[in-house]
């Protein structure tokens, strides 16, 4: 069983931060690549960070270098998805998704293969 439940969503005011968690029920992380995505009405979905399932080499969108960090958690069961100076327009659904062995860049880019969380919902706003 494969299984992902994201957390630390919400409303905060521009220029604030949030920590998204990603927590695997029945599997490690260890030998997955990890993302992060995002999804607003009317728009389609986009890879924001992914990390590697080998070297942790990691793969940003250009509308969040610099703000948004993607990490592991040390037990391997948990990622991260730390975001800082939120601007209303990161406001969407985000998902935590993973795939077996595959690089960055493929993991943001390629998703037929990902198993997905349910989503939360992060809301920029004044």
């Known amino acids: 069983q494969l299984q992902l439940v994201e957390s630390g969503g919400g409303l905060v005011q521009p220029g604030g931060s949030l920590r998204l968690s990603c927590a695997a029920s029945g599997f490690t992380l260890n030998y997955y690549g990890i993302g992060w995505f995002r999804q607003a009405p009317g728009k389609e979905r986009e890879g924001v960070s992914c990390?590697?399932?080998?070297?942790?080499?990691?793969y940003y969108a250009d509308s969040v270098k610099g703000r948004f960090t993607i990490s592991r958690g040390n037990a391997g069961n948990t990622a991260y998805l730390q975001m800082n100076n939120l601007k209303p327009e990161d406001t969407a659904v985000y998902y935590c998704a993973v795939r077996r062995i595959t690089t960055a860049q493929t993991m943001c880019l390629v998703t037929s293969a990902h198993v997905w969380g349910q989503g939360t919902q992060v809301t920029v706003s004044s």
């Open positions: 990390i590697s399932s080998g070297d942790g080499s990691t």
